[in-house]
């Protein structure tokens, strides 16, 4: 159980940032450095609050309650534990240290038997809504990115063949013509939330592909070809070159859903971000300049210019989904340099008011209210909280 270093990330969910420098307009000067200060205190704010080993007579509780400090146990939410595991590798990158290290395998035992708590029947890493299980294989990628341990790939690499890549098509069938299900009862409904992360995991197991030990099925220019088709049919389907939003969904009666939520709009960046890395073709950068600036125009429209509130449930991810996959898209070396300062401004200020006016500082969590912090850490949630990370690690990785 590595009792030692859990107790050790949970020994403070605080730190001391110093005092708030200022530039000579007033503004905060606030560095590399001090966002990772920032960051730190709130990853560990995530094992003290919300890791359930954490916490007395937990021990065999491998996964992330839903509710901190034991407020909710009656609850398990199976996607939102890929998202705390995203965040723990963003903690373990920035900092080497193998108290978040020693979570993974520990984590990787325990989210599976958590699954089987809602799908007895079923295989150990299934779930019926396709998007679930690409976040976990997403997480797990990032897990082998950051420790090369090959089960960590091979368990990724097979629900994605298994499970997620079945689920295309078929492209014969007016008016979908493929697309990746969302749901697999469902199979007529074809969503952005299943179809963006779906193209960015095919990538990531084509871009891994030479340094693996994996036992492969197929070659490895077919994960390439899979993620051109699934993120053509989202381009096609879903995407709006007119005004970049991503629609949400292509129904079962055939029709789009327009309605445009963050996430959505960060896998979309994040899948063309991906593309243009391994293909050069500039009209990726085209098409994700123009997603991440429909979220800026349409979506921060909340009080001085911050996207909305969301305080739990499954769209407290949704901010800072789009946060991991927007900073990839600011560092993109080839990004137009008037593109690149706009958007640096904008997370910047929104990682400002979050930090002044969002954060609990005594205990470094974040509820989900950019301009109301929690007054304690009872009925804060997961997944706003987990947004705040998100935000913050994306603060220290921007260059």
Avoid at 182 to 208: E, F, L, Q, R
Avoid at 252 to 267: D, M, S
Avoid at 323 to 352: C, G, I, M
Avoid at 388 to 393: A, N, Q, R, S, T
């Amino acid at each position: 159980m590595k009792k030692i270093a859990l107790t050790t990330i949970a020994a403070c969910a605080c730190i001391a940032l110093g005092a708030n420098p200022k530039t000579t307009d007033g503004q905060p000067a606030r560095d590399r450095a001090f966002w990772g200060n920032v960051a730190e205190g709130m990853s560990r704010a995530l094992v003290k609050h919300f890791w359930g080993p954490g916490f007395p007579g937990y021990e065999n509780r491998l996964y992330f309650n839903y509710v901190g400090d034991l407020g909710d146990l009656s609850t398990i939410h199976y996607w939102p534990q890929a998202h705390a595991m995203d965040v723990v590798v963003d903690a373990y990158k920035r900092t080497g240290s193998k108290q978040y290290l020693d979570l993974y395998p520990l984590w990787w035992k325990g989210i599976p038997e958590t699954n089987r708590i809602q799908n007895p029947d079923a295989p150990l890493w299934w779930n019926a809504y396709v998007d679930d299980m690409e976040w976990i294989v997403l997480a797990q990628l990032r897990m082998w990115e950051t420790a090369r341990n090959d089960e960590y790939f091979e368990t990724a690499r097979r629900i994605y063949d298994d499970w997620i890549w079945p689920t295309w098509g078929p492209e014969n069938e007016d008016p979908w013509r493929g697309g990746i299900t969302w749901k697999v009862d469902v199979s007529k409904s074809k969503n952005a939330c299943s179809n963006g992360p779906a193209a960015i995991a095919a990538t990531c197991i084509y871009k891994y592909w030479p340094e693996t030990a994996a036992d492969w099925c197929k070659p490895r220019e077919a994960y390439l070809g899979e993620a051109l088709k699934i993120y053509g049919w989202l381009r096609s389907n879903l995407y709006r070159p007119s005004d970049g939003g991503v629609s949400d969904n292509m129904n079962i009666a055939g029709r789009v859903n327009q309605r445009v939520y963050t996430y959505n709009q960060g896998t979309f960046i994040g899948a063309a971000v991906e593309l243009y890395k391994i293909l050069g073709e500039r009209q990726y950068i085209v098409d994700a300049v123009r997603a991440a600036d429909y979220v800026i125009r349409e979506m921060s429209t909340g009080e001085g210019g911050v996207l909305s509130d969301s305080t739990g449930g499954d769209g407290g991810l949704f901010h800072g989904i789009f946060f991991r996959y927007f900073v990839q898209l600011v560092n993109l070396p080839d990004l137009d340099p008037a593109d690149r300062t706009r958007f640096k401004a904008w997370l910047t200020h929104l990682a400002n008011v979050m930090y002044d006016e969002g954060i609990d500082h005594d205990n470094m969590l974040w509820g989900g209210r950019w301009h109301n912090a929690p007054e304690s850490p009872a009925g804060v949630a997961l997944t706003p909280h987990l947004s705040g990370c998100m935000l913050m690690e994306a603060m220290y990785v921007m260059e």
